[in-house]
């Protein structure tokens, strides 16, 4: 029981919280909001690939688990085919880059009515898929490891916060409220608690499968990184922007393996 307390809170922080820091930044200004995101993806990119090559294909990879490493080489294969497919399907839609179709507000902006509201309608959507599956994530990786649950969740946690706001800025360009905005994307959030809830009474007794999804959820994270994140990166050339980009990364990493080795 305790550590279904342990999973469902963290699923909150990895869930609802972020949501709440979020909606905190629309009280800042467009400017300011413009020159925070960037940031922030920067440092979610180090959290994600921190949490997936040095805490999850760790622990997938344990002896203990007895699994064939090229199993694991191949579900990681697989899973970022997977994911590959599902964004195409607009199933999954993890977009935070400047000239994003689905999250670019200006983009959003000058295509109103139908083609806004569609928008909005498919970002809480795809955000409540995303939610429980992140729910999944966090419970399986908590199952293996208190320790790596953890970090999973803050790293689920760090590449949530600059995607939420994103989202907000969707649906307010969709004709929500700021607080029905809000309210659907708690209530969105909640999903990741329930698939967390979900996948604690099914995956407790199939200890088997943990390092599966471990993979998976590294694949899930890896892809996020390097086919969402970085490419938006690269419409700032600057060195000092890449010097910034690289220091954030380098940070988000680094925050990872200290939560890691801190726990341990």
Known sequence: MELLLWIIGFSLIGGLLSVVFASSFLLLSEKSRNIAVPHLVSF???????????????????????????????TLLLGLLSFFILEKLVLWRHCHHDHCDAHDPESVGHNHDNKAKAAGTLILVGDAIHNFVDGILIA??????????????LAIAAHEIPQELGDFVILLHSGYSRKKALLFNVLSSLGTVVGAVIAYFLLADMQQLLPYILVIAASSFIYIAVADLIPGLHHKVKPSETLQQISLIAAGTLFIYIAHSTLH
């Open 44 to 74: 979610a990119i180090g959290a994600l690939l921190g949490a997936s090559l040095l805490g999850l294909i760790p622990h997938a990879l344990d002896p203990e688990f007895g699994v064939d490493p090229h199993n694991i080489g191949l």
């Open 140 to 153: 399986a990786a908590f199952l293996t490891d208190t320790h790596l649950g953890i970090v999973t969740a």
